[in-house]
């Protein structure tokens, strides 16, 4: 290859941590950088600048002129539904060398990353440790490394920032997603039973169940909503909570991140993405249970001392982990030293004598579901035979039962099948079970 090798990023968008990570390797020096988007337009993006802006562009219909013209063609994977358009569709088969970048743990649905994506690609990172713990194929093993994206900790640092003044009550931020997809149901008694001596900052788009439970009106509380700059609401917070669900789907948490470097103290609960973080007691508080969670936000409310040691070696982890010099390093080696299948297997399609039948959108919702447990491959077939309108008693019964265990599949985003829905919104056969599924809300 190439002294400067040439690396294409297919991304659905460039929202949340996933945008930053992507336009920061877009400056990378070492290599050379560009991003395709798959789902939104660059037109969404105001604020991009000019050299940034010269090395996004999107998909056009000589796609497979586009893709051979790099190095490497890299795919930034979580359980998207065009993700898996591509897959399907072959649009992968021949480029030059493909990597998968697994943004999610994949261990937990509707967030999966099955032995057949990781079969498929040349090579995968991965932003949490999940895959390398739960692999025992040793073959799909040495494929797979560990990668921690950099931030701009010159950026993220307080010292480059005014000191709030002197307040009497304390102020908490949280940034990310604020949807119960990734949130713990326990977010709204956190901020309750702390409103008399917390204010809370939450920094991200509710959707309509967060600000549909009444708790959401509180007067402690104070919603921003989506912005390109959090840096305004970090500078003004004393502490950062990060109340996350058991099992969520997060990796590389770049909210986290930030927070850490810009040395504010952490409260979050013992899940691995965090843990993997956080060293409890040292760089941040780590909790098990809603007393435990409400304790450390007292504790830390009550002691500054206890803050500012948390929050001083907070940032002190983030610069030794985190700083754009250590990417390069990596990213030059990763890159440079990289090796490709001659002949790439095409992609393993799951249950595929079974979908031949079904539209694209359904085939695309079916894959994600490979990597569930072989006892749900019932409830598979059980959604073939809805989407096929040849459905039984049965299958509609089997069906509730999985809605109702993995009500995750009911968001209109981060992979249910109303995403997947919003993304085929003409797909005969995903309105066929959408239709059903809708009435399992109540």
């Known amino acids: 290859m190439p002294d400067k090798t040439s690396i294409l990023h297919l991304a659905p968008h460039l929202n949340g941590g996933l945008g930053k990570v992507l336009l920061l390797q877009a400056e990378c020096s070492q290599t050379n950088h560009h991003i395709c988007l798959i789902e939104k337009s660059i037109a969404d993006y105001h604020f991009l600048n000019t050299g940034i802006r010269g090395k996004i562009f999107e998909l056009n219909n ?73 692999l025992s194929d040793d073959d799909l093993l040495k494929k797979i490394e560990f990668v921690r994206y950099p931030i701009d900790i010159k950026k993220f640092s307080k010292s480059n920032h005014l000191k709030s003044a002197s307040k009497s009550r304390l102020t908490a931020c949280y940034v990310g997603t604020v949807s119960y997809s990734k949130l713990s149901r326990e977010f709204f008694s956190i901020i309750e039973i702390c409103s008399s001596y917390i204010d809370f900052i939450i920094v991200g788009d509710p959707d309509n169940e967060i600000m549909a439970d009444s708790r959401a009106r509180s007067s402690n509380l104070f919603f921003i909503g989506k912005t390109d700059d959090v840096i305004p609401y970090l500078s003004v917070s004393d502490l950062f909570f990060y109340p996350l669900r058991k099992g969520h789907y997060g ?10 470097s810009f040395s504010l103290p952490i409260v979050a609960f013992d899940n691995e993405a965090e843990s993997s973080l956080i060293i409890n007691n040292q760089t941040g508080i780590l909790c098990s249970t809603l007393s435990e969670f409400i304790s450390a936000l007292s504790s830390l409310a009550a002691n500054k001392a206890l803050r500012e040691r948390l929050g001083m070696k907070a940032r002190e982890y983030i610069e030794s982990n985190y ?42 919702f079916i894959q994600s579901l490979e990597g569930m447990d072989d006892t749900c491959h019932h409830v598979m077939k059980s959604m073939i035979r809805v989407m096929n309108n040849s459905d039984s008693y049965y299958d509609r019964k089997s069906i509730a039962v999985f809605f109702r265990d993995y009500p995750e599949y009911r968001y209109k985003s981060k992979g249910g099948l109303f995403h997947y829905l919003h993304c085929f919104p003409g797909d005969r056969s995903l309105n066929m079970l959408s239709n059903y599924a809708s009435g399992l809300h109540e």
């Open 62 to 134: 000589n796609i497979d002129d586009q893709l051979r013209a790099y190095d490497v063609v890299q795919v930034e994977y979580w359980n998207h539904p065009l993700i898996y358009e591509l897959l399907l569709r072959g649009t992968l088969d021949n480029v030059n060398c493909l990597v998968g970048c697994a943004h999610i743990q994949g261990d937990k649905a509707p967030q999966l990353i099955s032995n057949s994506v990781i079969k498929y690609v040349d090579r995968m990172l991965i932003t949490g440790q999940w895959l390398t713990k739960s």
């Open 251 to 260: 990796t590389g948490e770049l909210a986290l991140v930030e927070a850490m």
């Open 323 to 364: 700083s754009h010099e250590a990417f390069e390093i990596f990213a030059k080696s990763f890159y440079e030293n990289i090796y490709f299948t001659s002949a790439r297997t095409k992609y393993s399609v799951f249950m595929k004598e079974e979908l031949q039948f079904l539209s694209i959108g359904a085939k695309c």
